[in-house]
Nanobody, 115 residues
Framework: QVQLVESGGGLVQAGGSLSLSCAAS????????LGWYRQAPGKQRDQVAT???????NYAASVKGRFTISRDNAKNTITLQMNNLKPDDTAVYYC?????????WGQGTQVTVSS
């Protein structure tokens, strides 16, 4: 059974930084893509950043230049480094993994950015 477990959320002031991690229960090399999504209250869940099996990354326009997604194959984790955070970045952040034509989700971690 595939499990994705996020960690690293919290409260930070605008302009600050946070790092989120997502640990997979198995090898992340088996995933076609891994990524981060976020959902603010009353809004839909949106893609933030993804990294494909070949290392290709993709970012939402709103976070490009501020967020960086990376992976550690040895530790079976992906990380989202978030810099220059803004109040609009406040949301629950979810880790997502896609493999074998299925999509897997973590339980989510809250990120709150105060102004």
């Amino acid at each position: 059974q595939v499990q994705l477990v996020e960690s690293g959320g919290g409260l930070v002031q605008a302009g600050g930084s946070l790092s989120l991690s997502c640990a997979a229960s198995g090898s992340i090399l088996s995933f076609r893509a891994l990524g981060w999504y976020r959902q603010a209250p009353g809004k839909q869940r949106d893609q933030v950043a993804t990294i494909r099996y070949d290392g290709t990354t993709n970012y939402a326009a709103s976070v490009k230049g501020r967020f960086t997604i990376s992976r550690d194959n040895a530790k079976n984790t992906i990380t989202l480094q978030m810099n220059n955070l803004k109040p609009d970045d406040t949301a629950v952040y979810y880790c997502n993994g896609q493999k074998n034509w299925q999509s897997y989700w973590g339980q989510g971690t809250q990120v709150t950015v105060s102004s």
